[in-house]
């Protein structure tokens, strides 16, 4: 983080003390953003903006006053800072509000590139031309409806008035395609592609504009399959798609509670099959919530939530973690803009034991989904939607493409239901997530 950046923390938390607030909390960003986008086959030209912000937490008499202001200029700090410290005083005690105190941070290597300074619009431009050409080169029945690159370097640090004093510099870049496959009156589902990485070198678009078209050109010709109660197997996108929220949800610390997860009451016990071993660790620098620190200022560290399905630990912030009497996990969440919730870093589902083709190999009938498209809830678990790209099993093997199918059921009885976690996994942002098997799953045909 900057000097500059930095003092600005130090006097918004210095000011909000002098003007009554009893502690002080001042979340500060500085940003670069090259954008570049894809619209309906064709590449718009991109663009380049900065902006910055400051984000200042005060408590008054355990009450808690919030606001921000995209600016580090001086007075409107202080403005907001002084308006801060007004709502507080306007506003209920809550015995719970407090600051954490500061912990030693170690500073995470490779999560920044130099060369990121120089990665301009024409770079950003170039990337997502080759994007596009890898799509549309593999068959010319592909067509592309959107797609993004977007290259970020930004500096943000947490200071506040019981000595925590943090600060990182970043850099991202990310992009995404999405399209489907037109043969004559045979159109195929959507699929969307996604990559990330935080190395200029690593940016691989045409790989995700090749696997978009090879998935798309492979759906065409989908057919209607009759209903059946089964095995499904899922992608790492559907896994994303149905597993991810639910698995989330239940282990925020805010949703037990108030009263809102299945998990609540459970630590200790079993809350899915075995097979399923859920960590999230905001240390693993390939992944993109990759940090030393959370919102509050609090070192990030690996927390084993559900360990071969039993259920370890929540998700706690400062503030929750005050009412369950103890320490916060690391797991304040959000940017400039509000007062920190309670959120997930790096989610991995631990790896299985058996590769994808052997959990396939098992299913004489079934259907392996690429993508869902529907609803979840993630306080009852019940879940229906239209499987997207999907395909039968039938014999253990691939078979045709499916439309029109639609699977239900409720998410919290399938985590009981895995019956097979793959060897192989895919980072998709911040989740790194197997090929998960479950069974008994109702299917329909629309």
């Known amino acids: 983080m900057s000097n500059d950046l930095a003092e600005t923390c130090k006097h918004a938390v210095q000011f909000a003390l002098k003007i009554g607030a009893d502690q002080a909390e001042a979340f500060a960003s500085l940003s670069r953003e090259t954008d570049v986008s894809i619209e309906s086959n064709d590449v718009k ?84 031309l080759e994007m596009l050409h890898a799509a549309k080169s593999y068959d010319p029945r592909v067509t592309v409806d959107s797609g993004t690159l977007n290259s970020t370097i930004e ?83 559907a896994v994303q798609d149905l597993m991810v929220n ?83 996990t690391g797991h304040a969440a959000g940017d400039t803009r509000a007062s920190p919730t309670v959120g997930p870093s790096n989610v991995i589902i631990k790896q299985g034991d058996r590769s994808m083709s052997q959990l396939l190999s098992e299913i004489s009938k079934g259907i392996f989904v690429t993508r869902f498209s529907g609803n979840v809830n993630p306080v009852s678990g019940d879940f229906s939607g239209v499987v997207k790209g999907g395909r039968l099993i039938a014999g253990g093997e691939l078979k045709t493409p499916v439309k029109e199918t639609l699977i239900a059921g409720n998410m919290y009885q399938a985590l009981n239901n895995i019956s097979g976690v793959s060897k192989e996994s895919k980072m998709i942002f911040n989740h790194v997530l197997p090929y998960i098997r479950i069974e008994d799953v109702s299917v329909t045909s629309n």
């Open 155 to 237: 500096e943000y640090g947490v200071t506040n008035s019981l000595g925590v004093d943090v600060r990182e510099k970043v850099s991202v870049f990310a992009w995404t395609i999405m399209g489907m496959a037109v043969d004559g009156a045979d159109v195929s589902s959507f699929d969307v592609q996604v990559g990330f990485s935080h190395f200029a070198k690593n940016v691989n678009t045409v790989e995700a504009g090749e696997t978009l078209a090879k998935n798309v050109i492979g759906s065409l010709g989908a057919q209607k399959v009759e209903g059946f109660t089964g095995p499904i197997l899922l992608s790492p996108e």
């Open 246 to 328: 639910i698995l989330i949800h239940g282990s925020n610390s805010n949703s037990v509670q108030k009263g809102l997860s299945k998990f609540a009451g459970k630590i200790g016990a079993p809350v899915t099959s075995s097979s399923l071993t859920l960590i999230d660790d905001g240390t693993f620098v390939e992944g993109l919530a990759a940090g030393s620190f959370d919102r509050e200022g609090v070192p990030h560290k690996p927390l084993a939530i559900i360990e071969k399905g039993v259920l370890r630990s929540y998700f706690y912030n400062t503030y929750t973690a005050s009412k369950d009497k103890r320490e916060s």
């Open 45 to 128: 030209m991109g663009k380049s903006h900065r902006s910055g912000g400051i984000g200042i937490r005060v408590f008054k008499n355990k009450a808690l006053g919030f606001s921000s202001v995209n600016s580090l200029d001086k007075k409107r700090v202080e403005e907001a800072a002084d308006k801060a410290v007004k709502i507080a005083s306007s506003s209920i005690s809550d015995p719970y509000n407090s600051l954490p105190e500061p912990r030693r941070v170690v500073k995470l290597k490779g999560l920044y590139d130099g060369g990121a300074e120089n990665f301009a619009a024409a770079d950003a431009l170039n990337r997502c």
